[in-house]
């Protein structure tokens, strides 16, 4: 029974922070590489952080400086700390574990959370 549960998002103002939480069960954490995407109305689904099980971390321009992804193995939880946050950055964002290997991929989400950068 595999789980990946989120914290609620909120109602944050422009400049404004966040952190949201995923907490993961059923799953060796450990081994999946765990990230962050969101979905604005209208808009695709985009990756917004990611932290390999090797210890990168990747994030797109529209948020390098501002977003930063961070795991705790011991916890089964991986955090998004969003600063200096804008409207641009409204959307439902889902936490997602991935192991890859040769032979495929398995992968799991989060129910999604809603936040809402506004004035």
């Known amino acids: 029974q595999v789980q990946l549960v989120e914290s609620e998002g909120g109602l944050v103002q422009p400049g404004g922070s966040l952190r949201l939480s995923c907490a993961a069960s059923?799953?060796?954490?450990?081994?999946?590489?765990m990230g962050w995407y969101r979905q604005a109305p209208g808009k695709q689904r985009e990756l917004v952080a990611a932290?390999?099980?090797?210890?990168?971390?990747n994030y797109p321009d529209s948020v390098q400086g501002r977003f930063t992804i961070s795991r705790d193995n011991a916890k089964n939880t991986v955090y998004l700390q969003m600063n200096n946050l804008k409207p641009e950055d409204t959307a439902v964002y889902y936490c997602?574990?991935?192991?890859?290997?040769?032979?495929?991929?398995?992968?799991?989400w989060g129910q999604g959370t809603q936040v809402t950068v506004s004035s």
């Open positions: 932290f390999t099980r090797g210890g990168i971390t």
């Open positions: 059923g799953i060796t954490f450990s081994i999946y590489d």
């Open positions: 997602n574990a991935k192991r890859r290997r040769a032979i495929g991929a398995t992968e799991y």
